[in-house]
């Protein structure tokens, strides 16, 4: 159980255009899930926690007209790159919260995302 | 957000003991200490978390010092599968949801 699935799982594109990137959790519902990007040999970096039927709260430096963020369902979240460029290269993972399995927030992983701008 | 220490990396041989250490010594009372690994390529998967007491799962054990300003995550017999970048976070119960990822522990696995 607690499966959150990401697709796709790698993009290629063009300098300019926009990817979108869905984050679904499969077996439960998620209030909550959060997008994290993770450039190469560092740690995960949070940019926005998304909730269900609001708007996303950015972090400190993410650009939300840039990184546009859906979360219309409890199962569904998705994040856009508008007009992606080769610095928003990176590895793309949601998350989504389920209070039901355990007494404290655990967080459940998608795959990753594996963006590559040329 | 109360900040863990972790060694940046470990080795290991296959089939034994892994003793995984964390400090946190500025822990709250309400945080909640858990443990997340992510494999080469992937994202994090959870893997434990505790309070105060030791916790056994079917992956790993979680031992907390009486303390609590310090804990150590334990793979009883690594496999090779067990290579990964080991995170130690912190999470107070009262609706901070946020995950801080540090840099982590690298796990290597020596066949």
């Known amino acids: 159980g607690a499966v959150v699935s990401q697709h796709p799982s790698w993009v290629i594109c063009k300098s300019g255009t926009s990817v979108k990137i869905e984050c679904r959790s499969l077996d439960f519902q998620a209030t909550t899930m959060f997008w994290y990007r993770q450039f190469p040999k560092q740690s995960l970096m949070l940019m926005a926690t998304s909730n269900e039927g609001s708007k996303a709260t950015y972090e400190q430096g993410v650009e939300k007209d840039k990184f546009l963020i859906n979360h219309a369902s409890l199962t569904l979240s998705t994040l856009t790159v508008t007009s992606a460029h080769p610095e928003d290269s990176s590895f793309y993972i949601c998350?989504?919260?389920?209070?039901?399995?355990?007494?404290?927030?655990?967080?459940?992983f998608g795959p990753g995302t594996r963006l590559t701008v040329l | 957000d109360a900040k863990t220490t972790q060694p940046n990396s470990m080795e290991s041989n296959e089939e034994e003991p892994v003793h995984l250490p964390c400090n946190h010594s500025?822990?709250?009372?309400?945080?909640?200490i858990h443990w997340y690994r992510q494999l080469p390529s992937q994202g994090p998967e959870y893997v434990i978390h505790g309070l105060t007491s030791n916790v056994n799962n079917r992956m790993a054990s979680l031992a907390i010092a009486e303390d609590r300003k310090s804990s150590t995550l334990i793979l009883h017999r690594a496999t090779l599968r067990d290579a990964a970048v080991y995170y130690c976070i912190l999470i107070n119960n009262f609706g901070n949801e946020k995950l801080t990822f540090g840099t982590g522990t690298r796990l290597t696995i020596i066949p």
């Open positions: 998350s989504a919260l389920d209070w039901g399995r355990a007494s404290t927030d655990t967080q459940y």
């Open positions: 500025t822990i709250s009372g309400t945080d909640y």
